[in-house]
């Protein structure tokens, strides 16, 4: 390998997670969400993979991923939940394309109802409830007028509501009891949709972890992300082991320079990392700049010579060392950053743990300077 550094994206994986996924909620619909380029690990190419493995829609934040996927030529219905509502711009685009979107308030609406006039087509709607997010979504106060309104407009044909949906704050803590409250409160939502004669084909709740622990969310679709890459969505849920998920993104770079230094050697800036003997040092060229966290500093794990080691000192913008004592290492070694585990890498969500973060925010914050190197097809 000789680029500097990559991201290998392993697309068997992805495949076989979108089936563990489909197991754990066998009579549902499989929505695959790919915002944020396939939560880093490449936006086209996931999609396509997703799809051959049995995602019957995709879905996405922004008007800009619905679009991409569109120009390549991909034909599976697509989602989109997170739209200016300032103009009607985004709306003509995606319904012209024809991408699905999320409204969540009455101005949303006539956004959608503007564009489906504007393009002499109907706009496919998901009318989003909030039922206890506090996020995205109408509120319950506003969740009747909201239907009334788009009532309305399905008589007059310019939009159809094919789903209702909500999200859950709690599907990693599958006994708290405000998971169970949110699905009385979107049953009730439901409840009022249906008598105002909006039927939506598609309820649809349930994230990675309601997918494996939640069955009564599950409706008509779930909507996974994080378990699609192979990552935890959280402690309470298991580990990717425990659900048969296997990370998809390994993280290399290769090393650039070895040197000896001296005990008492202080290690990048600050010289918060200080050598305790005569060692050797590596240094990789990557740093924050393409993802690795500053919050990795002297605790972020890798993998550089057979072993497991760990970052020396501050993670700069574009490098980080590594003391690697008296492992033989050589300059265009490979160090793995994470990846599935199971060579003795650390994964993903080690990396979570060491950094104080999350998986999700590991994958995702790797940049575009890193290559995304794909194996396993996935058209
Ligand atoms: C990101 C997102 C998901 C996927 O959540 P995961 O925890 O990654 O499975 C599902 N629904 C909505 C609305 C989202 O924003």
């Known amino acids: 390998m000789t680029e500097r550094a990559r991201a290998q994206i392993d697309l068997d994986a992805l495949r076989a997670n979108v089936g563990v996924l489909h197991e754990a909620a066998p009579t549902a619909a499989l929505l695959a969400v790919v915002k944020a380029d396939a939560y880093g690990h490449g936006l086209v ?29 991909i034909t599976t219905p697509i989602l989109a939940w997170l739209l200016q509502t300032d103009s009607v711009d985004e709306w003509v685009e995606l319904v012209l394309a024809d991408v699905e979107v999320s409204v969540s308030s009455v101005r949303g609406l006539r956004k959608a109802i503007e564009a489906a006039t504007q393009t002499g087509t109907t706009a496919r709607i998901h009318l989003k409830v909030d039922t206890g997010m506090g996020r995205a979504g109408a509120s319950l106060q506003a969740w009747e007028g909201l239907l009334r309104d788009s009532a309305q407009a399905v008589a007059e044909q310019s939009i159809e509501v094919v789903g209702v949906w909500t999200h859950l704050a709690f599907a990693d803590q599958p006994e708290n009891p405000i998971v169970e409250h949110q699905l009385e409160v979107f049953n ?21 972890a309601a997918t494996f622990k939640t069955p009564k969310a599950h409706f008509d679709m779930v909507r996974p992300g994080i378990a699609v890459y192979g990552l935890s ?35 990048s800036y600050g010289h918060e990392y200080v050598t305790t003997t005569d060692t050797s040092v590596a240094l990789l060229p990557v740093g924050y700049a393409d993802g690795v966290p500053l919050a990795g500093s002297n605790v972020g794990p890798i993998f550089i010579g057979s072993r497991a080691r760990t970052i020396a000192g501050r993670v700069c913008m574009d490098q980080v060392v590594v003391d690697i004592g ?18 003795g890498e650390p994964t993903a969500d080690d990396w979570a743990s060491a950094a104080n973060t999350i998986g999700y925010e590991i994958v995702t914050r790797i940049g575009p300077r890193v290559p995304r190197i794909f194996s396993g097809g996935g058209t």
């Open 326 to 343: 008296t492992d033989q290492v050589v300059e265009g070694d490979e160090a793995i950053f994470f990846g599935p585990g199971d060579s």
């Open 45 to 73: 190419e996931c999609s396509k993979a997703a799809v051959s493995a049995g995602a019957s829609y995709l879905g996405v934040a922004l008007a800009q991923e619905a679009i991409a996927l569109r120009q390549a030529s």
């Open 188 to 208: 009730q939502a439901l409840g009022q949709a249906e008598s105002l004669g909006i039927k939506p084909a598609l309820r649809h709740v349930a994230n990675s």
């Open 233 to 267: 969505p959280g402690v309470g849920v298991g580990t990717s082991q425990e659900l048969g998920i296997r990370p998809v993104m390994t993280f290399s770079a290769n090393v650039i320079q070895v040197k000896e230094l001296p005990a008492g050697h202080g290690v």
